[in-house]
């Protein structure tokens, strides 16, 4: 869960309080490589492919995604980063989140745009950066590449790459890092004085 999150969280922002480690660190870059090389044979190459970081969990995903493809191809694929704060459907029913760099590398337009994201949940983030992705042209094709795939769809949302589904109930919290992906509770700051 990225710090943004947690600083917001209703009503007066909250700490993401572990609970277990459901997959270590070397988990989490074995997930990388297998998604990187996923994405490598599911595109024949990596030609005309840019991977777009979703603000904030999915940035460090993303750039450890375009390592992988270094390692692994010997190509550097063009990396963006994306603030979707501003095209979610729920801008006036929770806080306003500062905005965070969108950062667009290279034209999109009938390019293999892969979203990168750390936890799927909802789906509503993901259906956000949809439309803010068609503010930047036209991709070819969109596919999206998570971590943590926890279930409680509302839209209709599939990944097309994911390191690890962790069924969840609504009220639990992952939270996505180098070191690992826990599961756990969001408490309110309240809550712990």
């Known amino acids: 869960m990225a710090e943004r999150e947690r600083r917001t969280a209703p009503p007066y922002g909250g700490s ?15 997930a990388i490589t297998r998604i990187a090389h996923e994405i490598v044979e599911r595109n024949a190459g990596l030609d ?7 603000q904030t969990g999915g940035v ?5 995604l375009v390592e992988a493809f270094a390692r692994i191809e010997g190509v550097q694929v063009p990396l963006g980063t994306l603030d979707v704060a501003f095209y979610r459907d729920d801008i006036g029913l929770r806080p306003a989140m500062p905005a965070a760099v969108t950062d667009i590398p290279a034209e999109l337009s ?4 892969v979203l990168v994201d750390d936890v799927l949940f909802t789906g509503r983030t993901i259906r956000a950066a949809l439309n803010a992705v068609c503010d930047y042209g036209r991709p070819r094709a969109v596919q999206l590449a998570v ?7 509302e839209v209709p ?3 097309d790459f994911v390191g690890k589904n962790l069924p969840t109930r609504r009220d ?4 996505v ?3 690992g992906v826990d599961l756990g509770e969001l408490v309110r700051l309240r809550d712990h004085a």
């Open 157 to 159: 949302i599939r990944p």
């Open 60 to 64: 460090p995903l993303a750039n450890a």
């Open 172 to 175: 639990e919290a992952v939270d």
């Open 110 to 113: 009938g390019r293999t745009v």
């Open 147 to 153: 971590m943590v795939d926890r279930g409680h769809r």
């Open 48 to 54: 005309d492919v840019v991977v777009i970081g979703l």
């Open 16 to 30: 993401f309080v572990p609970r277990t480690r459901v997959m270590d660190g070397d988990g989490v870059r074995r």
């Open 177 to 179: 890092h180098a070191d």
